[in-house]
């Protein structure tokens, strides 16, 4: 399955953005979906994952109650709701998707391009 992420931006801290990850066909909604972040100079990190089903989700501490992962399997679409956004959330986005993976670890089989997000404070 191919991935692309798109909803990136210039956002002022306190706003929102909405990314958005999408497939190429239907066996994404097979896959545990995850959402990964990289900052300038600082290594990928873990941000978000969902079950394939949507009835799982696992956040990371620095963006638990702020961000929600969600996926529309019919429409082959995965969703990152980001609020409250502040300067720490600058980074490359990349959305992710995989089988048989441990949520919070990089071993995903997919990836898509990244989007960039900054927020500006």
């Known amino acids: 399955v191919q991935l692309q992420a798109s909803g990136g931006g210039l956002v002022q801290a306190g706003g929102s953005l909405r990314l958005s990850c999408a497939a190429s066909?239907?066996?994404?909604?097979?896959?545990?979906m995850a959402w990964f972040r990289q900052a300038p100079g600082k290594e990928r990190e873990f941000v978000a994952a969902?079950?394939?089903?949507?009835?799982?989700?696992w956040y990371s501490d620095s963006v638990k109650g702020r961000f929600t992962i969600s996926r529309d399997n019919a429409k082959y679409t995965g969703f990152l709701q980001m609020n409250s956004l502040t300067s720490e959330d600058t980074a490359v986005y990349y959305c992710?998707?995989?089988?048989?993976?441990?949520?919070?670890?990089?071993?995903?089989?997919?990836w898509g391009q990244g989007t960039q997000v900054t927020v500006s404070s």
């Open positions: 969902i079950t394939s089903g949507g009835a799982m989700t």
């Open positions: 992710a998707a995989g089988a048989r993976v441990e949520p919070r670890t990089p071993d995903y089989r997919y």
């Open positions: 066909d239907r066996t994404f909604s097979v896959y545990i």
